[in-house]
């Protein structure tokens, strides 16, 4: 069987060899009693690295930054901070703490995110990784920031002292004023680790199955890319615009509408995957396979048709069905439209004995869950547990079908790239260059990746382990809609685009 190695990501840059800046002006520091966590997840900057006991510095003034962040997902509860629930470990949790140790954030704004303008470019869910996750925020910076350090490994270098080993900060940069970094993002990069087996690769397959299976595999994933409404491939109702309920009057009623409009506007333009947004366990899980705590299927039945159903026990789930009238309780909004640039997959690679191929989905933005739908969706169809044509109809902005939800533990952010808003060219801002595509930089996330994350992400490329058994028997056993309701999907389907696109081109 053909096999090829390792290779460089898709994007991550080769290793390259480089000369570290080590010529700046070194910070003063205040020694504090702190022990450094481990030396590796530092930046080689020398003359700036943490003694044996722990440093910061002492603040000067403060400025917005931007920083680049890489994190290995598997022991948190997601990037963002819960301060409702201390117990939970997130990286945002994480790196709070080693700024406030370093000397970035005064006492009087430790604890409140708010307070230092904390933003990001977007969010991953638990158990997610990144390589390229940007923050901003207002940091108290020293007098001698960025002296001979153009590409801001110093200030990174003391952040790291106080993170474990698989959080890194790759870079801390000078940022503008107006820079956004959630909406200047125009492209996402994520990469998807999945054990060959999964789609047919045996372990005695020859080279023209292996190259079979992974042409059909490219075939299948081929057919999300380009602009389609993903709405059945999230949570639709958190990209729904909440209208106030018929008979509510007053300014509480008021105030109450502004406030869920104001919420519901963070999900719409967040533009990321959850991978991005822990799901609310008060929203029916929309699955066919999915984590431990998610039901087996959810069933596409209002609410009191489903109940009623279920004590006369006559039908099966309703797992797909086409929408013939304007349901204003289940509407199709722009912000369900999402563009894909690419969507496919790599060689067969191997890591520690087992084989995998890596997905590559690239995109403008993503929704809760989308990734892992779509992965999860292109696998049953693989497996021949859906049909082929489950893609084009679920992809029509008029049709409620339920599928899969892939495992989270082999998802990354890659990559993104960023341009400002509102300005013709397709303009960038330097720090932005600098964080995107610095060789030197590139380099840490480079190291980041084969030296911390790969290790750890092996652990989850035997599909005979978890997640991946339960997994799949869990698709194998759960993965079946009813011909019946397929057929009328496709019913609905041929007759609406033989009304919208006319029948000459239906033929064609």
């Known amino acids: 069987m053909a096999v090829s190695f390792l290779r460089s990501p898709r994007w991550v840059t080769p290793h390259r060899r480089f000369k570290y800046l080590t010529d700046f002006k070194p910070f003063k520091l205040s020694i504090l009693g702190f022990s450094t966590s481990s030396s590796s997840a ?65 006492d009087s704004n430790f604890g409140d995110l708010n307070k230092i303008g904390w933003a990001r470019s977007s969010r991953t ?13 207002k940091l108290e910076i020293p007098e001698s920031a960025w002296n001979n350090d153009p590409n801001g490994f110093a200030l990174a270098t003391y952040v790291n ?39 047919g690769v045996k372990e005695n397959s020859t080279a023209g199955e292996v190259d079979h299976h992974l042409s059909d595999f490219n075939d299948i994933l081929n057919t999300f890319e380009g602009e389609h409404p993903f709405h059945n ?15 509510s009057s007053g300014n509480n009623s008021a105030s109450k509408t502004a406030k869920s409009l104001d919420v519901q506007s963070e999900f719409v333009s967040e533009g990321s995957e959850d991978e991005e947004e822990e799901e609310d366990t008060n929203v029916v899980t929309e699955s066919l396979a999915t984590e431990a705590e998610e039901t087996k ?13 279920k004590k006369q026990n006559l039908v099966p789930p309703v797992l797909a069905r086409w929408l013939h009238e304007p349901d204003e309780k289940d509407r199709i909004s722009a912000s369900h439209f999402r563009k894909i640039f690419q ?72 990559g993104n790239n960023f341009v400002i808003r509102n300005r013709p060219g397709n303009k960038k801002r330097p720090e932005m260059l600098t964080l995107v595509e610095s060789k030197e930089i590139l380099k840490l996330v480079d190291d980041f ?26 698709l194998d056993a759960n993965t079946c809609i009813p011909e019946s309701q397929l057929e009328e999907v496709r019913s609905a389907w041929k007759l609406w685009r033989e009304e919208f696109y006319g029948p000459k081109k239906m033929e064609a």
């Not at 299927?297 to 159903?309: A, I, T, V």
């Not at 004995?353 to 292109?378: D, P, W, Y």
Request: glycine share 4%; aromatic share 10%; proline share 6%.
């Open 343 to 414: 969507c496919s997959c790599g060689k067969l690679e191997q890591l520690s004995g087992m084989n995998f191929v890596e997905i590559s989905i690239c995109g403008e933005s993503f929704m809760l869950h989308q990734i892992r739908k779509m992965v999860g969706t292109a696998i049953a169809v693989k497996r021949d547990l859906l049909p082929r044509d489950i893609l084009k109809l679920s992809l029509s902005k008029f049709s409620r079908i339920v599928v899969p939800l892939a495992p989270s533990e082999v998802l990354i952010l890659r």
């Open 297 to 309: 299927y959810d069933s596409l039945l209002p609410k009191d048709e489903e109940d009623q159903s």
């Open 233 to 247: 491939y999230t949570v639709r109702s958190k990209y729904r615009k909440q209208f106030p309920r018929k008979g």
């Open 449 to 474: 990746y084969y030296s911390v994350m790969l290790p750890q992400l092996s652990f989850f490329l035997d599909p005979v382990k978890s997640p991946w058994n339960e997994w799949v028997d869990l």
């Open 42 to 106: 530092a930046a080689p900057a020398a003359e700036v690295s943490p003694s044996e006991n722990a440093v910061k510095w002492e603040p000067f003034r403060k400025k917005k930054v931007v920083m680049r962040v890489g994190y290995v997902g598997s022991d948190y509860k997601g990037l963002q901070i819960q301060r409702d629930q201390p117990e939970f470990s997130t990286i945002e949790g994480e790196l709070e703490n080693a700024i406030y140790k370093a000397g970035g954030i005064r």
């Open 161 to 199: 002292s106080y993170l474990p080993r698989n959080i890194r900060v790759f870079s801390i940069l000078p940022s503008q004023r107006s820079f956004d970094a959630r909406r200047e993002c125009s492209i996402r990069k994520y990469s998807y680790l999945l054990p060959a087996e999964i789609i």
């Open 125 to 137: 869910d638990k158990g997610v990784h990144s390589l390229a996750t940007m923050i901003t925020l």
